[in-house]
């Protein structure tokens, strides 16, 4: 029972958002250049053990999870015997089996091409690879029982064929007359399990026989030696996950397919304004960060095409400065960088470009908002913006001011918007409130010289705000408003985000200036997603919580093991789950980039 709970940890505390690695790397040496698309975990046993072994292996191990596990196991135990009952395998032991590597690409995607006056299709070949160690034999016995099962329904034709000394059992899905028809190709080449599928209009192509030979001799036009793998980030030499995706491949058959759906001039000139033939290859690569590590992403472009322009203007890249306001116990913070002067300046004149909006439409439109309103989109509004956002979550002392359903560990959230004349902002919206009728109901208070405007919302309390000469600071609560402006006003002796050691440790391990850094306490983002699957079960409609006498004998089980889960408490996550997670996204002319660590 040991690999399935291990898995079962796994499945469970997925949603944590951690993306736990493994051995050396894997089938990208056996798969041809060509592939258009990969995704491999290097060694999924390690994979495993490296859960065990980490803070999230200790919490699930801990005897206030017992019920939880317990729970969870008889889940997966009661799937496994509905499917084996059903289908004649058991999923979870066919996951159980792989060792080693696992592997998933897509090998080929054709030239799409028209079946009728409205229909288009498009064929392709993709496969699936697992070193399975010992347990082929077991492997291959369970899929024949399934096979043996789902022959009844005679959907599918099965054979015999043989690639090198590799026994491979062949199905073809449906009629031999029809052009969409698929054929799957599987069996045992050593411990590594290797399945093929492909539609009709490759299946004559012996891309089954290829991985075969390539798992055995290592090729030297294989995937992991193409130029546009190894400039990738799939390439990093390290033990991890990692994915490939050929992104012009992709273009060129969304282009084919569009050309054959019939396109006018007009159509086409937006289609070539986008820039998608400037896009390159998305990679990831990912190392062991259950406990300690670092996981990135990236997707590559070239060129100045619509979609690069619009972005690089809109999201420029900067250093988290905003931190230094938010408080140190805040559990997540943002800091994007941002330029909408610039950006609604390019994304307009590019809907001019493209055709979709006229120089007057956009004149008319921005005159009758500027009337309504009272002020200039560009230059009171855009151009006051100081090209930087930031915003966080953070205990409060006071549970009044608390958000709703934090009452057991308040908190609330504050946002700071750099500005380039705070000034000039405040009075604007001052004579906006008035305008509205809203300032009457408006409540003004003195906070070490800076006012602090308070307007009523039901239900929550008050929307708080208060201009600096630089700053428009927003709060549900005062308390975070007040901890900003002490900040702001340069008390050196308050503790901020930025002086946290270990938050500036992993801030410093990032690029030194991105569109975006996010800064997470590890404990919060756990105990919130406890707090979701709890209310999850606690808002349980009763009819699947009760045991009605018309029940079969899976759902009164089923409703049993919902009756017997519970989530941890918040105290049971803290003393396993600590420390913090950075992530910084980067946008620039040759692409965006994501970087986490922990």
């Known amino acids: 029972m040991r690999p399935r709970s291990t898995f079962l940890a796994g499945f469970c505390l997925a949603v944590a958002g951690f993306a736990p690695v493994v051995a050396a790397q894997g089938f990208e040496r056996a798969l041809p250049d060509g592939t258009v698309a990969f995704v491999g975990i290097d060694?999924?046993?390690?994979?495993?053990?490296?859960?065990?072994?980490?803070?999230?292996?200790?919490?699930?191990?801990?005897?206030?999870?017992?019920?939880?596990?317990?729970?969870?196991?008889?889940?997966?135990?009661?799937?496994?015997?509905?499917?084996?009952?059903e289908a004649g395998y058991d999923p979870f032991a066919l996951l159980d089996a792989v060792k080693g590597p696992l592997g998933l690409a897509v090998l080929e995607l054709t030239e799409p091409r028209k079946t009728g006056e409205r229909s288009v299709t498009m064929g392709g070949a993709f496969c699936v690879l697992a070193d399975v160690g010992d347990g082929g034999e077991a492997v291959i016995a369970q899929i024949d029982r399934a096979l043996e099962k789902a022959a009844a329904t005679g959907k599918?034709?099965?054979?015999?064929?043989?690639?090198?000394?590799?026994?491979?059992?062949?199905?073809?899905?449906?009629?031999?007359?029809?052009?969409?028809?698929?054929?799957?190709?599987?069996?045992?080449?050593?411990?590594?399990?290797?399945?093929?599928?492909?539609s009709a209009s490759v299946a004559d192509r012996d891309h089954f026989g290829s991985i075969v030979e390539g798992l055995n001799t290592a090729p030297d036009d294989a995937l992991v030696d193409g130029d546009a793998f190894s400039r990738s980030l799939a390439a990093d030499e390290r033990v991890g996950m990692r994915a490939f995706v050929d992104t012009p491949s992709l273009v060129s058959r969304v282009r084919a397919l569009i050309a054959l759906e019939g396109q006018d001039a007009e159509q086409q000139k937006v289609l070539d304004g986008l820039g998608l033939d400037g896009l390159g290859v998305i990679s990831m690569f990912s190392e062991n960060i259950v406990s300690a590590g670092e996981s990135q992403a990236r997707l590559d472009w070239s060129g100045q095409g619509a979609i690069v322009s619009c972005l690089t203007a809109l999201l420029p890249a900067g250093e988290p400065g905003l931190f230094e306001l938010v408080p140190e116990t805040a559990v997540d913070a943002y800091d994007v960088h941002f330029d909408l002067k610039a950006g609604f300046e390019r994304i307009t004149s590019t809907m001019k470009d493209l055709g979709a909006i006229t120089d007057e439409d956009l004149n008319l439109n921005l005159s009758m908002v500027e009337q309504d309103i009272g002020l200039s989109i560009r230059d009171d509004l855009l151009a006051n913006l100081g090209h930087e956002v930031a915003w966080f979550t953070a205990p409060v002392e006071d549970e009044m001011q608390g958000l709703p359903g934090t009452e057991d560990a308040p908190s609330n959230f504050a946002v700071i918007v750099r500005l380039a004349d705070g000034k000039k902002l405040a009075t604007l919206v001052d004579d906006l409130l008035t305008k509205s009728g809203m300032a009457a109901g408006r409540k003004r208070t003195d906070f070490q010289g800076v006012n602090i405007d308070s307007l009523p919302i039901p239900g929550v309390g008050a929307a708080n705000f208060a201009f600096t000469d630089e700053l428009l600071v927003f709060s549900l609560?005062?308390?975070?408003?007040?901890?900003?402006?002490?900040?702001?006003?340069?008390?050196?002796?308050?503790?901020?985000?930025?002086?946290?050691?270990?938050?500036?440790?992993?801030?410093?391990?990032?690029?030194?200036?991105?569109?975006?850094?996010?800064?997470?306490?590890?404990?919060?983002r756990i105990k919130s997603v406890a707090a979701v699957l709890r209310a999850s079960i606690g808002a349980m409609p009763a009819m699947m919580r009760d045991d009605p006498e018309n029940a079969d004998a899976d759902t009164k089980r089923m409703m049993e093991l919902m009756r017997k889960f519970e989530i941890p408490s918040d105290d049971v996550i803290e003393k396993h789950i600590s420390g913090y997670g950075v992530n910084a996204v980067v946008v620039g002319p040759d692409g965006i980039r994501f970087q986490a660590k922990q």
């Not at 390690?46 to 999870?65: H, I, N, V, Y």
């Not at 009629?175 to 411990?191: C, I, K, S």
């Open 477 to 524: 609560s005062s308390e975070l408003l007040q901890a900003v402006l002490r900040r702001s006003a340069g008390s050196s002796e308050l503790p901020n985000l930025l002086g946290n050691d270990a938050v500036a440790e992993l801030i410093d391990a990032m690029p030194k200036s991105a569109s975006m850094f996010t800064v997470t306490e590890e404990a919060a």
């Open 43 to 85: 060694d999924l046993a390690k994979m495993r053990e490296g859960f065990s072994t980490s803070k999230f292996g200790d919490l699930w191990r801990d005897d206030a999870c017992a019920p939880m596990r317990e729970a969870a196991t008889g889940w997966f135990d009661l799937m496994s015997e509905m499917t084996v009952r």
């Open 156 to 198: 599918f034709t099965r054979s015999a064929d043989t690639a090198g000394d590799v026994e491979v059992t062949v199905l073809d899905l449906g009629d031999a007359q029809d052009e969409d028809r698929m054929q799957v190709r599987f069996g045992l080449a050593g411990n590594v399990f290797v399945s093929v599928i492909a």
